[in-house]
């Protein structure tokens, strides 16, 4: 048989609307086992109904338009693509209550998809940048007159985006949010160590000696803290002072200080990563580009 002729028969078949009774080999029996079997009772055999409404055709339609299941895991902020494969190789996840072990299995939307018996769902990662005002919560607070960052970009996204780290109350500058849960515990690992440069404004002057120190490593109780750069800042009284570290550990910046016999008056977050606060004025937000996200995720 030419192409041409089997086009044509597909087409025909098709267009025909019917379980296409030929696909057996042409056998009558079996085009009368599904094709005029009678309504009512499929609808009463539970297991001819399987058979008789759902087509091989119509599966095939329907997993062509699904998503494969790794992905769905990997976009829900679980984990990442390929660790969904080896929890899914394992067991871990299940779709409309089976356990489903197969490699490139696709689901539709509304099928229920669970994680270790959590519900999950696909959500198209998004990436706002927040420009933090001073005397706004991070993790939230008890008081509900106290506002939090949250309020601030609650137009930026339909999703639930969450801060990545934390800025104390009282600090200003960047703050990154997202429903990306594999970059935000990428970001937030401390052995990745994300640069950031703060410009800060202490009580009084730091001295030479003690900006001495700070290069060389203070040692607090969880360890030495280590800084990448440590500067006066120009032109400007001495008690102002620009930090660039890599540590991701909670109150580093003030902690430092504090242990020389400092308090930090005005605190600002001005790089985070490969992103700065150009064109972005304070309590504003803004979307992530491309290109800004990739690097993110090469850090």
């Known amino acids: 048989m ?5 086009s044509s028969g597909s087409r025909g078949d098709r267009s025909s609307g019917k379980s296409s009774g030929r696909q057996g ?4 029996s079996k ?3 599904r094709g005029n079997t009678p309504v009512n009772r499929n609808e009463k055999d539970p297991k001819t109904m399987s058979r008789g409404n759902a087509p091989v055709k119509k599966k095939t339609g329907e997993k062509s338009e699904g998503i494969r299941l790794n992905k769905f895991v990997a976009n829900s902020g679980v984990c990442s693509r390929r660790d969904a494969d080896i929890y899914i190789a394992a067991g871990n996840v299940t779709v409309n209550g089976k ?3 197969e490699m490139g299995y696709k689901v539709l939307l509304k099928d229920e998809v669970k994680f270790d018996g959590r519900r999950i769902l696909p959500e198209k990662p998004e990436y706002v940048l927040l420009n933090k005002p001073k005397g706004f919560f991070v993790t939230g607070s008890l008081e509900k007159k106290n506002r939090t960052v949250m309020d601030l970009i609650a137009n930026a996204s339909k999703s639930k985006l969450d801060p990545v780290g934390k800025l104390d109350t009282q600090a200003t500058g960047l703050i990154l949010f997202t429903n990306d849960g594999v970059l935000a515990k990428s970001l937030a690992n401390p052995k990745n160590g994300i640069r950031q440069i703060y410009h800060l404004e202490l009580d009084k002057d730091l001295a030479y000696e003690d ?4 290069k060389e490593g203070v040692n607090l109780e969880d360890g030495t803290a280590r800084v990448t750069e440590v500067s006066y800042v120009e032109n400007k009284p001495k008690r102002e002072v620009g930090l660039e570290l ?3 550990k909670p109150h580093i910046v003030q902690r430092i200080f504090k242990s020389l016999g400092y308090e930090i008056q005005k605190l600002d977050r001005v790089v985070y990563g490969g992103l700065t606060k150009k064109d972005l004025g304070r309590g504003h937000w803004r979307v992530l580009n491309k290109q800004e996200i990739i690097n993110l995720s090469n850090l």
Do not use: F, P
Not at 2 to 6: A, Y
Not at 211 to 214: A, F, M, Y
């Open 2 to 6: 030419s192409r041409n002729d089997r």
């Open 246 to 248: 890599r540590s991701t």
């Open 99 to 101: 356990v489903i072990t």
């Open 31 to 33: 085009s009368h086992a």
């Open 25 to 28: 080999g042409g056998e009558r």
């Open 211 to 214: 900006l001495q120190k700070i």
